[in-house]
T-cell receptor, first 111, second 112 residues
């Protein structure tokens, strides 16, 4: 049973618009969440993180929102650019333990 | 770029043969990890290490072993490769708890 779920395998967005990627988790002990981006034939690269004491973290065009009561987090990319086309993985950990990754969402940003 | 090098980058091997993948880091990070990536599963943890000679099993450890004799090297061994071990393998390093992990570029392994 997956503890971290990304229910949308793929998402297409027009360039310049907002991309919203969603992630749900089941383990209430998770207290640290991350987003990674992965291009083909490359390793995942860290994008942004958030700890459970916050509900929002922002870094440039990327913002992560955390809703602990709903066990839901989302990554917003504004504005979306063609270079953002990649697979995005959500990950979570509990009390410094190992990360659990979701299955990923493939984002396509159309010019 | 985090100083992580995986070797080889690509390998084709036959069923039943042993295979060793190497992960080398220049960051002196304490934690090292081996993941496999398969469609629909994301990244699944195979084995990890807290330090030299200190390793533990992850979610999908069956058929794999690891060794860490030096801080900078973490080896993943498939004792007798099977077709189900065809995958892309990623090494990752992490400085401490509550921090992000950095990934290598991956090794694509095909078992025929």
């Amino acid at each position: 049973d997956q503890q971290v779920k990304q229910n949308s395998p793929s998402l297409s967005v027009q360039e310049g618009r907002i991309s919203i990627l969603n992630c749900d988790y089941t383990n209430s002990m998770f207290d640290y969440f991350l987003w990674y981006k992965k291009y083909p034939a490359e390793g995942p690269t860290f994008l942004i993180s958030i700890s459970s004491i916050k509900d929002k973290n922002e870094d440039g065009r990327f913002t992560v929102f955390l809703n602990k009561s709903a066990k839901h987090l989302s990554l917003h990319i504004v504005p979306s650019q063609p270079g953002d086309s990649a697979v995005y993985f959500c990950a979570a950990s509990a009390r410094g333990q190992n990360f659990v990754f979701g299955p990923g969402t493939r984002l396509s940003v159309l010019p | 770029d985090a100083g992580i090098t995986q070797s080889p980058r690509h390998k084709v091997t036959e069923t039943g043969t042993p295979v060793t993948l190497r992960c080398h880091q220049t960051e002196n990070h304490r934690y090292m990890y081996w993941y496999r990536q398969d469609p629909g599963h994301g990244l699944r943890l195979i084995h990890y290490s807290y330090g030299v000679k200190d390793t533990d099993k992850g979610e999908v450890s069956d058929g794999y072993s690891v060794s860490r004799s030096k801080t900078e090297d973490f080896l993943l061994t498939l004792e007798s490769a099977t077709s189900s071990q065809t995958s892309v393998y990623f090494c990752a390093i992490k400085q401490g708890s509550g921090t992000e992990a950095f990934f290598g570029q991956g090794t694509r392994l095909t078992v025929v």
